[in-house]
């Protein structure tokens, strides 16, 4: 069965308890927030967690995302140390997957010599976090990425191919509709690289970024064919709503139950104890 989770608009207790009150399944939210955590905070931290019954299945950015890591004055080779304590922290939540996005530093140069300079740090930071998660037990899923934001990593095919040139670990990836759509692909290569998704993320796709709205019935877009092709993937892991724009969470994140209810899903979690 898929199960269902969201992102808090803001990292703060009240909105976890909300995700628990509606049933949600599991909560996402980026690795730096287990960084800041004294030893104590954090233990503190996991045992609401769990009190809440919100799983984490998998956490984005283990680089932090405001910084160019790609940047001469950022040694993202030193930042390991910082990645070990986000992972360790993050396999004992019983997180499965770090998630590679950093999309705002993937935009290489479009010609000149510095491309395959570019290129190559991409690469060697995604290795190096890659081999950090797997010593931990936890898979790394490269997040497809609009070309917007990114010229590394828009599409399923694309992706097959860094998969092969990385090597071991071996990676997987995740499909967030938003992206998904960005890049054109039909719904069929869904089915074709099924083998390969291990994640999925969801909101309104047309809003433009940042703003992130909670998808609904009433919008200007038809999701039927996306939830008639994850049926036929059968696909069994988490599905994220990845909304950061919300005027009151705890009644939309509610209310929005009722969307997915109309395609058959609901909710595996009974909520906080």
């Known amino acids: 069965m898929i199960k269902l989770g969201c992102y808090p608009d803001v990292f703060q207790k009240d909105r976890f308890e909300a995700m628990s009150r509606a049933g949600y399944d599991f909560t996402e939210f980026p690795l730096e927030n287990l960084l800041t955590m004294s030893d104590d905070e954090f233990i503190a931290f996991k045992r609401f967690l769990s009190h809440c019954r919100l799983e984490v299945i998998a956490l984005p950015n283990p680089y932090p995302p405001a910084e160019n890591i790609l940047s001469p004055t950022f040694d993202y080779k030193s930042y390991q140390e910082k990645i070990k304590t986000e992972v360790f922290r993050a396999a004992e939540l019983g ?19 510095g491309i395959q300079e570019y290129r ?11 081999l950090t998660a797997a010593r931990e037990g936890l898979g790394t899923l490269l997040e497809l990425t ?7 990593g828009n599409t399923l095919a694309e992706f097959v191919g860094i998969r092969a040139e990385l090597g071991a670990p071996a990676i997987d990836t995740l499909c967030d509709l938003r992206h998904f759509m960005s890049a054109g692909e039909p719904f069929a ?66 209310e929005g139950l009722s969307f997915f209810q109309h395609f058959g899903l609901t909710p595996q979690s009974s909520g906080a104890a």
Do not use: W
Not at 99 to 110: E, H, K, S, T
Not at 120 to 130: C, D, P
């Open 95 to 113: 997180c499965q997957y770090i998630i590679y996005a950093q999309g705002n530093v993937r935009m290489m140069p479009v010609f000149g010599k």
């Open 120 to 130: 190559a740090k991409i690469m060697e930071t995604l290795s190096l976090a890659a």
């Open 146 to 152: 609009s070309k917007n934001r990114t010229n590394f």
């Open 189 to 254: 290569n869904l089915i074709v690289y099924k083998d390969y998704i291990k994640h999925l993320h969801i909101d309104y796709p047309y809003d433009v970024f940042p703003t992130r709205r909670f998808p609904t019935l009433a919008d200007d877009f038809d999701y039927e064919p996306f939830f008639d092709t994850i049926a036929k993937m059968g696909y069994t892991g988490g599905l994220a709503v990845e909304a950061r724009s919300y005027e009151d969470f705890p009644r939309q994140i509610t």
